[in-house]
C-alpha cells in the first residue's frame, strides 16, 4: 500500500507531505484546485514521462518520494534480479531538474525508467477516466475471467509453453529453409571439400616447405660457407682447433709455476672440446645440403596449390584451411542428415503442442465454469448502479489456432437497454455506462487478485445521486481487500471515506499554488456540505452532509 508521498516544486505544489491510510481514501476539491496534480505526481515517481513543463519553480529540480509497504507482496525475487536492496517499506525517488534531465531511485539506488515501470506495476493500479478503454484489451479480458477461474497460474505456466512451442516452431522453419537453400549449397560444399581433402594438407606443412625451399634455393651459399667454416676450424694447415691446442700446451707446460695458469689451461681445453663438436656437426650439416633443381620444382608445385587454397578461402595459414576443411564436413553431414533433425524437431513440436492442446482445454473448461456466475454477479452490482436492464454477457468461443490465451476467444457484450442483444462493449456502451462497468468488474477483481493499491480519477463522471452513492459502496468494499484512492466531485462517494483530503488553491507571491491537507470531524461536514451546495452552505446541507457521513 501507499504510505507516503511527497511532492516537491511539481506543477502548483510548491511542497506537500502526505500520508495515507488503509481503506477507502477520497481527495476532494473545487474544480481546477488541482486534485488531479497529486495523480500526476505519483505517475511521474512511478516512471511516467518528465519535462521541465512539470517544475512549479523552472530553476530549481522537481522532488516526487512515494514510500510503499511491501511486506505482502513476495517480491524479494524483482529485488534480487535488479541487484536492488529489499526494505519492507520501499522508497521510490524520482527527480526532474531544470535542464529537464530526470533520475530514478528505488531505495537511494540508481534504476531505470523501465525498471520503474515494471516494478511500479506491483504496487498501483491507477484507473483514470481513459483507462476505460482497458475494457478492450485482451489481456484485461483474460485475467479477469482467469482470476475468477482460479487458474491465472496454470495460464502462465501455458504461456511460457506456447513461447517455447513457438520458438522450436521457428527453428523448424529454419531447418526447413536450410534444407532447402542445402540442397543447392551441397554439390558446392562437397566440391570444395573434395579439392581440400585432395590437397591432403598436413598442419605446420606450409612452414616446412618454405623452409626447405629457402635452404634449396640458397644451397650454393651455404655449402661455401660450411666448408669455410669447418676449414677454418680443423682443415687449414693453420686452423683454430690446432692453434688453441698449442695454447693449452704452452700454458700446461707453466702450470708448475702458478695454478692460474693450469686453470686457463684447462679452460682452453673446454674450448678445444666445443670446436671438435662444432666442426663434426658442421660437417654433418653440410654433407645434407645438396643443389637439388627438381626437389625445389616439387616443392613449388606444392606451395603453389597450398597458396591457391589460401587465397581461395581468403585465410593465411595451412591450420584456418584444415578448420574449413572439417566445417565443410560438418555443414555436409548436417545436410546429409536434414531429414532426420527435422523429423525430430516436428516430434518435439508436435509433443509441445499436445500438451499445449490439452492445458488450453483444462483453462478453457474452468474459464466456461466460471461464466455464468460471473455474468449474474456483474449484472447484480450493475442493477445497484441504476442499470435495472444491463446485460453482460462473456462470449467464449474457439479460435482456429492457439495462441499465448489458450484455445479462447473471450469478448466482453453488454446492453443497457430492455429488449437490446448485449454486443461487444465497445459497440454498444456509453462513457458513463463503462465507467460502471469498469467500476463493476474491478470489485469484482479485488477480490481475486490481490493488488494493494488502486486509484479512481473521477470514474463517477456522469453519474450522481443514487447511483452515486452505490459507487461509493462498492468502492468502500473494494478497500476491505486493497487500499482504494479515489478522485471525486460527488458528495455521496466522498462521505464513504475513512482518509478525506481537500486539495485547494491559494495566491502566494503573485501565485497560484494547490495545498492539499486532511480533514476530520467539523472540517469534513463542511467539505461535504460545500460539495452538497452551488454556494455557501445552509443548514440543510449541513445536516444532509452529516446524514451522509452518518453522524447523528
Do not use: W
Request: overall charge negative; proline content about 1%.
Amino acid at each position: 500500500m501507499l504510505k507516503e508521498l511527497k511532492v516537491q516544486n511539481f506543477a502548483l505544489i510548491n511542497f506537500a507531505e502526505l500520508k495515507f491510510h488503509n481503506g477507502l481514501i477520497v481527495i476532494t476539491g473545487e474544480t481546477g484546485a488541482g486534485k488531479s496534480i497529486l495523480l500526476d505526481a505519483l505517475m511521474l515517481a512511478l516512471g511516467g514521462k518528465a519535462d521541465t513543463s512539470a517544475l512549479f519553480d523552472t530553476s530549481k529540480k522537481c522532488i516526487v518520494e512515494a514510500t510503499f509497504d511491501i511486506s505482502k507482496l513476495n517480491l524479494e525475487e524483482f529485488f534480487q534480479n535488479n541487484d536492488l536492496d529489499y526494505y519492507s517499506e520501499t522508497i521510490i525517488r524520482r527527480e526532474v531538474s531544470a535542464d529537464g534531465k530526470s533520475r530514478a531511485f528505488v531505495n537511494d539506488t540508481p534504476v531505470n525508467v523501465s525498471v520503474l515501470k515494471s516494478f511500479s506495476q506491483y504496487l498501483i493500479d491507477i484507473h483514470s477516466q481513459h483507462q476505460n478503454l482497458i475494457i478492450h484489451s485482451a489481456q484485461f479480458r483474460y485475467n479477469f475471467i482467469d482470476a475468477f477461474a482460479d487458474c491465472l497460474s496454470q495460464r502462465n505456466q501455458y504461456t511460457q509453453l506456447f513461447k517455447q512451442f513457438q520458438k522450436n516452431k521457428k527453428e523448424l522453419e529454419t531447418l526447413i529453409h536450410q534444407q532447402t537453400n542445402a540442397k543447392n549449397e551441397t554439390e558446392y560444399f562437397q566440391f570444395l571439400l573434395n579439392e581440400l581433402n585432395e590437397a591432403n594438407i598436413q598442419e605446420g606443412e606450409l612452414q616446412q616447405i618454405e623452409q626447405e625451399l629457402q635452404q634449396l634455393e640458397n644451397a650454393e651459399q651455404i655449402i661455401q660457407q660450411l666448408s669455410s667454416s669447418v676449414n677454418a676450424l680443423r682443415d687449414a694447415d693453420i686452423n683454430a682447433i690446432q692453434l688453441i691446442n698449442q695454447s693449452k700446451n704452452n700454458l700446461q707446460s707453466v702450470a708448475k709455476y702458478n695454478p692460474a695458469y693450469e686453470e686457463l689451461s684447462q679452460r682452453l681445453q673446454s674450448v678445444l672440446v666445443e670446436l671438435k663438436d662444432i666442426s663434426t656437426e658442421a660437417e654433418s650439416l653440410l654433407s645434407d645440403v645438396e643443389i637439388n633443381p627438381s626437389r625445389m620444382e616439387v616443392l613449388n608445385e606444392r606451395l603453389n596449390i597450398i597458396n591457391k587454397l589460401l587465397k581461395k578461402h581468403n585465410v593465411k595459414t595451412d591450420a584456418e584451411l584444415l578448420n574449413i576443411q572439417k566445417d565443410l564436413e560438418e555443414k555436409i553431414s548436417t545436410f546429409e542428415n536434414f531429414d532426420e533433425i527435422i523429423h525430430l524437431k516436428q516430434k518435439e513440436l508436435n509433443s509441445l503442442e499436445k500438451k499445449l492442446q490439452q492445458i488450453a482445454e483444462e483453462i478453457s473448461q474452468k474459464r466456461k465454469s466460471v461464466k455464468a456466475k460471473i455474468e449474474n454477479e456483474c449484472v447484480e452490482i450493475l442493477k445497484e448502479l441504476a442499470m435495472p436492464n444491463a446485460q453482460f454477457v462473456i462470449d467464449i468461443q474457439d479460435k482456429a489456432e492457439l495462441d499465448e490465451y489458450g484455445k479462447d476467444e473471450v469478448k466482453f457484450l453488454f446492453s443497457a437497454n430492455k429488449g437490446v442483444l448485449p454486443t461487444e462493449v465497445q459497440k454498444s456502451a456509453s462513457g458513463g455506462e463503462i465507467a460502471r462497468l469498469m467500476l463493476t468488474i474491478k470489485s469484482l477483481m479485488a477480490k481475486k487478485i490481490h493488488l494493494p493499491t488502486i486509484i479512481f480519477d473521477e470514474i463517477d463522471t456522469g453519474v450522481s445521486g443514487n447511483v452515486a452513492g452505490k459507487m461509493g459502496d462498492i468502492m468502500s468494499k473494494m478497500s476491505e481487500y486493497m487500499q482504494v484512492i479515489v478522485i471525486t466531485h460527488l458528495p455521496q462517494i466522498a462521505a464513504k471515506g475513512k482518509q478525506h483530503l481537500v486539495v485547494s488553491k491559494e495566491e502566494q507571491n503573485n501565485r497560484t499554488l494547490s495545498k492539499i491537507t486532511e480533514i476530520r470531524d467539523e472540517e469534513r461536514i463542511m467539505e461535504i456540505a460545500k460539495m452538497l451546495s452551488s454556494g455557501k452552505p445552509g443548514e440543510a446541507a449541513i445536516q444532509n452532509a452529516k446524514e451522509l457521513l452518518m453522524i447523528k
